[in-house]
């Protein structure tokens, strides 16, 4: 777990290969989940992502860049939402 958009950038930069996929809040200090994102993609290209977001969705989406690649859980959100989201950006199958 990391503290801002920053940190996160920096954790895929050194170790994106022991990551299986990215969580992010859009709205971060220092760097948020938008910039964010489109740094890491560029470090780690096939990386799912998955956006945590309060705000609107149409709104969030306008911000990323033309055919970007991601997932979104609007909060509130109940764990078994998140556990499922995470199944989900994954590929895998919950029983």
Same mark, same amino acid.
């Given at each position: 777990? +990391? !503290? #801002?958009?920053?940190e996160? +950038?920096?954790? +895929?930069?050194?170790h994106g290969s022991d990551f299986m996929a990215v969580l992010l809040d859009v709205d971060m200090p220092h760097m948020d989940g938008i910039a964010a994102a489109v740094e890491?993609?560029?470090a780690a290209p096939d990386l799912?992502? %998955?956006?945590?977001t309060a705000s #609107?969705?149409?709104t969030v989406m306008r $911000?990323?860049? $033309?055919?970007?690649?991601a997932e979104f859980?609007? !909060?509130p959100f109940r764990i078994s939402e998140l556990a499922d989201a995470i199944s989900?950006? %994954?590929? +895998?199958a919950q029983s």
């Open positions: 777990m +990391v !503290k #801002d958009g920053r996160a +950038v920096s954790e +895929v930069h050194s890491i993609r560029r799912p992502i %998955l956006f945590l #609107d969705l149409e $911000r990323l860049p $033309r055919g970007f690649r859980l609007m !909060k989900g950006l %994954l590929g +895998v």
